[in-house]
């Protein structure tokens, strides 16, 4: 049925081409994962679970593919950001499995199943996901829906997908670029340094006041080949708006779970005063379907080069409730966990330095998803934040710690209580959660 011939064959022969004479990504084999914090937070399947069904699964037990794992950079940190995970990854290009396969001897990890094939030949395979990863590739094809739907048939009951595309909002000057150098014949071929050194000599030579100038060209790339093969000369580029990204969704009978970075997404955060928005938007805003409010951000501020999302079978994003939303009976069943990607000595041995030296700890530069400041008072650094490099922590615990730090009330003099601690961790806990830093467990 997904037979590479009937789509295009010309352009996946460029395609291969092009990566096998420039591995993508040209990160250095030797780069050390685990110095990238963000790109293990990124890649840490739990993450996209918690978002969809608030549970925290144990990632040890799932199998991952890495589609189009290209020099396979993303599959290790897949790897390590997910231990115990069976890995799977394949690719067009033999030339980046290779790397790929280097990559893995170098850092001494168990080598994934690398297949060289095409993903319309996926379904061939005979496996089935919990997690699949397509990242910088999903706007290369023909057809996305299509694309996303032998995804879907090789993705389990419960599995996740996450995929990217190209904004064409944010990225519009670059389709302009590709167009005119199309019309220059650049394109008939694959570009290599010849057309690299035309590009260069006809920005150098254009106006700074020309308008595809001055949003495309970056001098400070002038002498990186990446860039141009990226951005003027990615075969197949293509871009997209968020309402064909919902369209190729349906098609696919697939559901959005999130955006990845859905904390950049917020529509409020756009505004000088969430708190007092002009009456129509006051209005309407809250009726608005998730799609309409990516809509609106993309159309007010598209400054995301990639719509990087999550999306599943349909019917399972049924959980909306909110922690805020909880009982106290809920509360007092809650498993409180740090976040995989902060559990590490160094942040430790600096919460400790903090809480000695009686001053905040700055949490938020040790894992930094959002441009939000967090700073936490040593009380509850020591109450909440480390016994969590130990142990996940049950509420009971915490309010137990909470009531010997703090055995009265500051303000009565009186025995503090259970429900006192409790509403004050609550609070902490909430926020803490919204930044990303906790995991919260409530049994169903
Ligand atoms: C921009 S690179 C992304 C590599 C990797 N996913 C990452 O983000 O680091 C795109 C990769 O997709 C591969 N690719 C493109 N079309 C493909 C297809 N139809 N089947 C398998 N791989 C494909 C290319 O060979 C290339 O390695």
């Known amino acids: 049925m997904y037979s590479p011939q009937k789509d295009n064959s010309d352009l996946w022969e460029k395609i291969r081409e092009q990566y096998d004479s420039l591995p993508y990504p040209k990160t250095a084999v030797e780069k050390p994962p685990q110095d990238d914090i963000l790109g293990l937070y990124n890649h840490n399947i739990i993450n996209a679970f918690y978002k969809r069904d608030k549970t925290i699964i144990d990632a040890s037990k799932t199998v991952i593919l890495d589609a189009a794992c290209g ?90 997908i996450r995929t990217n595309l190209h904004s064409y909002w944010q990225r519009s000057h670059f389709y302009r670029a590709q167009n005119t150098f199309k019309m220059m014949g650049m394109f008939d071929g694959n570009p290599g340094d010849l057309e690299i050194d035309s590009v260069r000599d006809l920005f150098k030579s254009l106006k700074d006041s020309v308008n595809l100038k001055q949003l ?81 951000f993309e159309m007010l501020n598209p400054i995301h080069r990639l719509f990087d999302f999550w999306c599943g079978h349909p019917d399972l994003t049924t959980y909306s409730e909110q922690s805020s939303e909880w009982t106290h009976e809920d509360w007092l069943k809650v498993t409180v966990h740090l976040h995989p990607q902060l559990k590490r000595e160094e942040v430790k041995q600096e919460l400790l330095d903090a809480i000695k030296l009686f001053q905040p700890f700055e949490i938020t530069k040790h894992l930094s998803i959002h441009n939000r400041t967090s700073l936490i008072d040593t009380t509850l650094a020591s109450i909440v934040y480390l016994p969590l490099f130990e142990n996940t922590q049950s509420m009971l615990s915490l309010i137990e710690r909470w009531c010997k730090l703090h055995p009265l009330n500051l303000a009565s003099l009186e025995e503090t209580t259970t429900l006192e601690a409790l509403n004050t961790l609550k609070q902490f806990l909430i926020n803490q959660e919204d930044l990303g830093y906790l995991l919260l467990d409530k049994q169903k």
Not at 124 to 151: K, P, Q
Not at 263 to 283: G, I, Q, T, V
């Open 71 to 160: 020099s396979g950079y993303k599959t290790l940190l897949l790897a390590v950001a997910n231990p115990g995970a069976k890995i799977v990854g394949f690719d067009l290009s033999r030339n980046s499995l290779e790397v790929a396969q280097a990559r893995f001897a170098y850092h001494g990890l168990e080598c994934p199943d690398f297949y060289c094939m095409n993903l319309y030949e996926l379904p061939e395979l005979g496996l089935t996901f919990d997690y699949i990863n397509l990242d910088e590739t999903l706007f290369l094809f023909e057809d996305i829906a299509v694309s996303l739907s032998i995804l879907k048939s090789v993705l389990k009951a419960q599995g996740i």
């Open 216 to 296: 495309a060209w970056k001098p400070e790339f002038a002498g990186n080949p990446e860039y141009y093969m990226m951005n003027f000369f990615l075969q197949g580029d293509k871009g997209y708006t968020i309402n064909q990204l919902f369209n190729a969704l349906e098609k696919a009978d697939l559901e959005f779970i999130s955006m990845l970075n859905w904390r950049e997404w917020d529509l409020l955060e756009l505004f000088e005063n969430s708190e007092d928005l002009p009456s129509f938007l006051a209005l309407s805003l809250p009726s608005l379907t998730v799609a309409e409010q990516l809509h609106f």
